[in-house]
Structures are given as structure tokens and as C-alpha cells.
């Protein structure tokens, strides 16, 4: 190509996407007179306007590879640019771990013969499953004694291992060497576990994994860097299928990103990369940002020096900066800052959600311009702000509200229903599930009205207090075959009412049919009595409230999931277990809570959903949003050094500017200091016209909050009170 790699390097919102974008445009410009001329030459005649533009660029153009820090992102910077190019070029947009996964995928054979694997298609396994099947392999080792030393309880201490496979495979490292980087890092005062000993853990399930077909993110990532990477076929193919590659916000990738980048740069791609000094959102996640900048030496560096438009960035930033880094400084900040101060949480989570009530309500912001954001969302301030905000017709937007699929009453219905129909099972339902279960699969079948609030729609044919009854009367416990019985066998059953008499008849009949249907193995797996509950009782035509439907869709999606890999692991090696054990098993683990609702789409449809933004620092940091408004909640927090989400263990040991090398008390107060200024730069980037530091004496425990932000919140002129409030 004619144009050579470019680096761009700019703060939050100073156009580095905008830039990335009109770079490709440029290349594509550039391309196409380069095209029209080869043709020219190739075929002696001229390119004319009968046949498609794109159609003489595939003859020389490969596709372009466009890259985005996390999912959300990748789709909007793709569709940027198919609208930019009006959808002519072939753009193949992802994320690291995303392409990483692909290429393994589609590239599994070469693997086989390469590392001598069995020929069987590759299953991924899900976080859940992996930290399941990871446990009951260790189980055997992990005794009382070693968890002693770890210090954790056994769940704990399997993620941490984990981790640490998937930090080695993101940092490029094998996993035969994990032993000599914790060796190095832990030292010789060091009181966790043997590094060899965890070393060996991970390469056993390494090795289990592969010869049963299953990958994790941490195999994927180590096998496309360890083996497909450095595989002379797979480059051919590479260097063929992309000539340019975009990478948006590489600060956020995996060192093993620079490794696909550098091998595409060497064999005459071009590319196009942003850099954000005060982005690393996902450092200690496995980001490795100063790795990444030096690939800023291979390209022409751009500098984008101009502050965000519209930002309070240019005005704060060194101001807050100061404040934070030297507290003892007098400093007042502008009328642009207010601050929210309470005595108890409880009273700072009212306050706060009245003033922004207050503020709509008077027309002096709009609901998609206000932004609530802290350092953590307990299930308490995530309820009250939303109950409170709600009550005053303002809808409310919680980014990436993973709550656990066992918290929803509809999930918990469908799990009892599979307790009541597959014999085995009946240590697993109760009375208060089967009255539960009543309730949630006698809902009226009729469509919802329009109402701000879709859980309260649903009507149900048996209330809470007649299924109590039913259940009290009519359901007989026994571990093996609990069971219903008619409702009659209920002395004054004529209290429970026609309506939910018909209901609960329609229900009994309908499980008593599925249990005949599962005696003659006419039910091929419980997915297909789930679906078949789904569309019997809930579904019929109605319109589901949106975060049923995100977890009915979960649900189906992670029984599958498991399903398959119980499939698969009977495959390699058969166990004496019934069936009704995987059932028993899948049940136990949704209701441990590992597992969560993901809700699709995860764009609206149409324009954006007006409501107010309800985000931790790392959520919202991780959308890339901005508001008007911005709302910083518990700025009495200590957590807003950590950035909103904890660190990985063992994470800096993996850094490639630093492999191995001990981390010390200094060194994490380093990061810490270094990880706020980035939050503050960032965050003021972000907002435009104000921003509230909403700070309680006292946080949820009762202990006194005098986190890093405490000087900002002194250092206010505007103070909102409790008897300003009222």
C-alpha cells in the first residue's frame, strides 16, 4: 500500500476514532487509484462505471482486520466504518480475544497435527464451567492444608490458578514457564503456595482440556501465540487474508496483540493504531499498555494535542490532579463542582437520587445527559437509586447488569419444574419453590399493557397466597419422585377459587404428561422440556418483560453449553452416573450464582434509550460515554484507587516490561497513584458541564470513609446538604 502505519496518540474524546477512521478512508482513496491503474495495465482496458468499484479491488485487495477493546466498541467502530465506505471494502471487525478465538477455531486442524491432538471439533468453555471441571480436577490436591496456606476458600483459590494461566498466555508466556515468573516474583519471603505446584496444576488441566477438545480464553490465547502464531502455513494465510489492520484503543489489549501486529507490519501490511496515555482501563486484567506503545516506534506518530470539545477536562483536570497527589495544597474548585455530603450512606443515596430528580423534573438537564458512577454497586444503592428515580417516571439504565440468573423468580420456577418431572431430584424443591413455581406458570395469557414498568404487568391466575395453600396441602416431598396432588385433596379447596383451580389443574396435567413422556425417553434432554415450559406457560404468544427474556435466553444458552460438554466428556470417558446427576450438578450451579443474565441485544434498536447512565468507574469507562452531568458516588470511597475493579493475582508479575519482577508495597502505591490520575483525567473528559462529589462520613460497614477523592470533597465552595434538600 501507499500510505505507511500510523500511530495516534490523543486523550479521552479527542477524536482518536475519528482519526483511525479517516486514515482507512485515506487508504482506501489511495487504493483505489492504485486498483484503477493496475487494472488498467492488467487488461489494456479502462475501469468503467457498468461494473462495481469493489469488484476490481477484491482482485488485488485483501480484507482489513479492525480491532476494538471490548465488544460494544467493536460493533460501533465497524459499522463507522462500513458506513464511512459504504460497505465496498471487506472489514472483519473483533476483538483481541474474539479473533484470537476464530482463528483457532477455524485453523483447528493444522493444530491437530501439530500438537498430535485427537480429530474432534473444539468446544469453548465458559468461565463457569471451566472454574466447575477445573475444581473436581484438582479437588484430589487442593486439601485442607493447602487451602490454609492460600487463604481462600477453594473457590477462590481455583480462579486465582486460573488466572494466572490466563495472565501467562496474554503476556505470551507458555505455560511450562508460569513456575520460573512466580518463582521470581513471590521471592523467598513469600508465604503462598509453591509456585511449581501451581505450575503443575495448570499444565495437568492444560493437558486435560486438549485431549478432550475444550478451550478456555487462557488455552485459546496461549495456543494461537505458542503454535499458530509462529506456524509458517497459518502466516501465509494471514498475510493473505489482511493487507491493514485497525486497532482502536490498543492500550487495552494483551501483549500478545503486538506479537499479531508486528508479524502483519513485517510481512507489508499496513496499520492504523490509537493510543489513549490516560485509557489502560484493563491494566491488571491483562492489558499491557506500555508493551503496546512500543509498536508506536514502527509507525508515524500522530499527536492529537487538542483538549475534548465540550469537556471540563482543560478547566479540572491539573486542578484535581494537584489536589490528590499534594492534599495539603488550598485549593477551591470551581462552581463547575458540587458536592453531596451526608453523614450515612443511606442518606447520600436519597440525597443524590432527589437532586438529579429535582434537576430533570425543573428541565435543567435530560435524563440520557445525568451519569451516576462509582467505584463499586452494591445490590442496595443499585436498588434504592433505581426505586427512587423510578417512582418519578425517570427510567434509569444500569451498564452491564449481570445479576445472577437464580435471582430471577422465572428461572427459579423452571428449575422446580425440573425437580418435579425427572425422578431423583427431589432434595432439590421445596414448599416455598413449589409455590413459587405456581405463581410464575399461572400467568394470565394476555398481552401486557404499556407501562414504564414491565415486571409489574404480568397478572397471574394463582396469587401468592393461594399457591402457599396449594402447596401446603397438595405437595408431597420425597427424594425420589415428589409429587402434586389434585387439588381436592385439600379439605376447603373450594377457597383457592375457579381461576386458579383451572390453572393449577392445567399445570398438574401438563407435568404429569411430561413425566409419562420422560419414562419412554420421549424427551431427548432437559433443554427441550425447559423450551417446552418456556413456550407452554410463558411465553404463548404474550410479550415477555425485556429482562425475562434476557434470562430465559441465558438459561436455554448455558444449559446447552453444559449439556454439551456433559456430552462430550461421556465421550472420553464414560462415568457411572446417571443423567439425573448432571441435572442435579447444573442445578446446584446456577444457584451458587456464578452465572448470569447477558442481556441481547445489547444495543437498543432505533435511537438510545433516554435514561439516566447507572455505571461503575470501570463500566463506564469501558463504554466510552460522556455526559452533561456527572454524579460520583461514595467519593469518600478508598476503592477509587483500585479504578472500580480489582486486580488479577499475580497480574503486574506478567507485564512484559517487568516479567517476574517482585511487586512491592512502593510499587503497587505507584500504580494506585498513577491508576487515579488516569480516572480523574479520564472522567473529566467525559463530562461537560458539572459534576457532583457525593460523600458520606460513614460507608455501608460504619467505618469512616477517607478514600484518595476526600481533598476534592473539602475542597468544594458549592456544598448540598440534607437540610438544603429538604
Not at 535 to 556: H, I, M, T, V
Request: with cysteine; aromatic share 8%; proline share 6%.
Amino acid at each position: 500500500m501507499v500510505s505507511h502505519s500510523v500511530w495516534i496518540v490523543g486523550t479521552s474524546r479527542s477524536g482518536k476514532t475519528a482519526r483511525l477512521v479517516e486514515q482507512f478512508c485515506n487508504w482506501v482513496t489511495s487504493e483505489k487509484q492504485y486498483t484503477e491503474s493496475f487494472y488498467t495495465k492488467k487488461t489494456g482496458r479502462k475501469k468503467t462505471g457498468d461494473v462495481p468499484e469493489f469488484l476490481y479491488l477484491k482482485q488485488t485487495e485483501p480484507g482489513v482486520l479492525v480491532l476494538a477493546a471490548n465488544d460494544d466498541n467493536r460493533r460501533e467502530l465497524g459499522d463507522i466504518i462500513v458506513t464511512s465506505t459504504l460497505g465496498k471494502y471487506p472489514v472483519r471487525a473483533k476483538t483481541p480475544l474474539g479473533f484470537f478465538q476464530d482463528e483457532v477455531i477455524l485453523f483447528w486442524p493444522l493444530l491437530i497435527n501439530s500438537l498430535n491432538l485427537k480429530a474432534q471439533f473444539p468446544v469453548r468453555l465458559r468461565p463457569e464451567t471451566e472454574q466447575e471441571l477445573a475444581t473436581k480436577l484438582w479437588r484430589p490436591q487442593l486439601d485442607e492444608e493447602i487451602l490454609r496456606l492460600a487463604g481462600v476458600n477453594e473457590s477462590r483459590l481455583v480462579r486465582r490458578i486460573l488466572d494466572l494461566l490466563q495472565l501467562a498466555a496474554y503476556s505470551g508466556i507458555p505455560c511450562e514457564n508460569i513456575a520460573q515468573i512466580l518463582s521470581k516474583g513471590f521471592g523467598e519471603n513469600s508465604t503462598t503456595l509453591e509456585p511449581e505446584f501451581l505450575a503443575s496444576l495448570l499444565l495437568d488441566w492444560r493437558n486435560w482440556c486438549l485431549e478432550r477438545g475444550l478451550l478456555t480464553y487462557g488455552i485459546i490465547t496461549e495456543l494461537y501465540s505458542q503454535h499458530l502464531l509462529s506456524d509458517r502455513n497459518y502466516q501465509q494465510h494471514l498475510t493473505k487474508r489482511y493487507q491493514a489492520v485497525l486497532a482502536d484503543d490498543v492500550d487495552d489489549y494483551p501483549s500478545v496483540a503486538r506479537l499479531l501486529f508486528e508479524l502483519l507490519l513485517d510481512r507489508g501490511a499496513v496499520g492504523a493504531f490509537s493510543y489513549n496515555p490516560d485509557g489502560a482501563v484493563r491494566l491488571g486484567l491483562g492489558a499491557d499498555p506500555n508493551y503496546l506503545e512500543g509498536l508506536a516506534e514502527r509507525c508515524r506518530v500522530e499527536i492529537l494535542n487538542g483538549p475534548p470539545l465540550e469537556s471540563l477536562s482543560e478547566q479540572l483536570t491539573k486542578q484535581m490532579v494537584e489536589l490528590v497527589t499534594s492534599p495539603m495544597v488550598l485549593l477551591s474548585l470551581p462552581k463547575t463542582v458540587h458536592s453531596i455530603q451526608t453523614t450515612s450512606r443511606a442518606q447520600l443515596l436519597r440525597q443524590t437520587a432527589e437532586v438529579i430528580a429535582n434537576a430533570i423534573q425543573s428541565q435543567q438537564v435530560q435524563p440520557e445527559e445525568v451519569a451516576i458512577i462509582a467505584p463499586g454497586l452494591d445490590a442496595i444503592a443499585r436498588y434504592t437509586l433505581v426505586e427512587i428515580l423510578v417512582k418519578q417516571n425517570i427510567p434509569v439504565e444500569s451498564l452491564n447488569d449481570q445479576r445472577p440468573l437464580i435471582s430471577s423468580p422465572v428461572i427459579r420456577a423452571l428449575l422446580t419444574m425440573l425437580a418435579l418431572v425427572y425422578p431423583g431430584l427431589g432434595r432439590q424443591v421445596d414448599r416455598d419453590a413449589v409455590a413459587e413455581m405456581l405463581v410464575v406458570l399461572s400467568r394470565k395469557q394476555q398481552p401486557p399493557e404499556n407501562s414504564t414498568d414491565a415486571m409489574n404487568r404480568v397478572s397471574t391466575n394463582i396469587d401468592p397466597v393461594r399457591a402457599g395453600l396449594i402447596a401446603d396441602y397438595c405437595f408431597v416431598p420425597h427424594p425420589d419422585r415428589p409429587n402434586l396432588l389434585p387439588v381436592s385433596a385439600f379439605e376447603r379447596w373450594d377457597r383457592i377459587g375457579y381461576a386458579a383451580t383451572t390453572a393449577y389443574s392445567e399445570i398438574l396435567q401438563w407435568l404429569e404428561q411430561q413425566r409419562s413422556q420422560q419414562e419412554l425417553r420421549l424427551i431427548p434432554s432437559p433443554i427441550s422440556l425447559l423450551d417446552r415450559a418456556i413456550q407452554r406457560f410463558l411465553w404463548n404468544g404474550s410479550n415477555l418483560p425485556y429482562e425475562q427474556l434476557a434470562a430465559l435466553r441465558e438459561l436455554l444458552e448455558t444449559a446447552q453449553h453444559y449439556w454439551e460438554i456433559d456430552t462430550r466428556l461421556r465421550q472420553i470417558a464414560p462415568v457411572e452416573t446417571t443423567p439425573h446427576t448432571t441435572i442435579i450438578e447444573f442445578i446446584q450451579l446456577l444457584r451458587r450464582g456464578t452465572i448470569t443474565a447477558n442481556a441481547y441485544p445489547v444495543r437498543p434498536i432505533g435511537g438510545a434509550r433516554k435514561a439516566v447512565t447507572l455505571a461503575t468507574i470501570f463500566q463506564y469507562r469501558s463504554s466510552r460515554r460522556s455526559h452533561r452531568w456527572h454524579f460520583w458516588l461514595d467519593a469518600g470511597s478508598p476503592l477509587w484507587a483500585k479504578g472500580g475493579a480489582a486486580t488479577l493475582f499475580g497480574a503486574p508479575f506478567f507485564l512484559r516490561d517487568r516479567l517476574g519482577e517482585p511487586w512491592t508495597a512502593e510499587d503497587e502505591k505507584l500504580a494506585e497513584e498513577q491508576r487515579l490520575q488516569r480516572i480523574l483525567t479520564d472522567l473529566l473528559s467525559r463530562v461537560s458541564e458539572r459534576v457532583y462529589l457525593c460523600h458520606s462520613d460513614l460507608a455501608v460497614n460504619g467505618q469512616e470513609q477517607i478514600g484518595p477523592l476526600l481533598p476534592l470533597v473539602n475542597a468544594c465552595v458549592t456544598v448540598i446538604s440534607e437540610s438544603t434538600v429538604n
